[in-house]
């Protein structure tokens, strides 16, 4: 190889190398995420945050009730529903996602009651909360689909409890235990 074929192939390698600089630098730059900003219920409860902020700006409290426990909850609850959201998709194993979601689901609910403590204390009309309802049923029911993949059953449920018939057809016999106890 000589000289001229070196600065052949160097000049070459330098257009190659420019040339894909120049395409590199025209590719608009990706946002990057976590993976809790990818999932829908994390935006679902993003626009509940939001929206509960305009509501509790646009509230007006009335003479003789008070409503600054209820806002502050709600507030609360709802970055609370936010947050653990966040936090729980990023726990690898799968019941502390579980354990998550679920606290986010019952901050979900708190949020739900607390708009209807707004109504029953006539602050907001049912009419005014619907946004932030519909926002909140869906977050929920997100959550409680994630719960359920992530806690290992798939299914919803309480604890299975078996029932036997005692003696004189008492539960588990415990009437039958006592009337020995008592017999003593």
């Known amino acids: 190889m000589n000289i001229h074929d070196c600065d052949f192939l160097v000049n070459r390698i330098f257009n190659l190398l420019t040339n894909q600089q ?13 993976d809790h900003e990818k999932l829908d219920v994390y935006q679902l409860e993003l626009q509940f945050v939001a929206w509960t902020s305009d509501l509790l700006a646009d509230i007006t409290p009335k003479q003789g009730v008070r409503i600054g426990e209820i806002c502050d909850q709600l507030d609360r609850a709802s970055l609370s529903a936010l947050l653990n959201t966040a936090e729980g998709n990023g726990k690898r194993r799968r019941q502390q996602r579980a354990k998550f979601f679920d606290d986010s689901r019952g901050s979900v609910t708190e949020c739900a009651a607390c708009l209807d403590a707004l109504v029953a204390k006539k602050i907001v009309r049912n009419s005014d909360i619907e946004e932030g309802k519909a926002l909140l049923v869906r977050a929920y029911s997100i959550l409680t689909k994630l719960v359920g993949i992530f806690d290992g059953s798939g299914l919803m449920r309480e604890n299975e409890f078996e029932y036997h018939v005692g003696e004189r057809g008492d539960l588990d016999g415990d009437q039958a235990s006592r009337s020995k106890d008592e017999n003593e």
Do not use: A
């Not at 395409?23 to 976590?34: D, E, L």
């Open 22 to 34: 120049s395409f590199i630098s025209s590719i608009p730059p990706v946002r990057q995420q976590f």
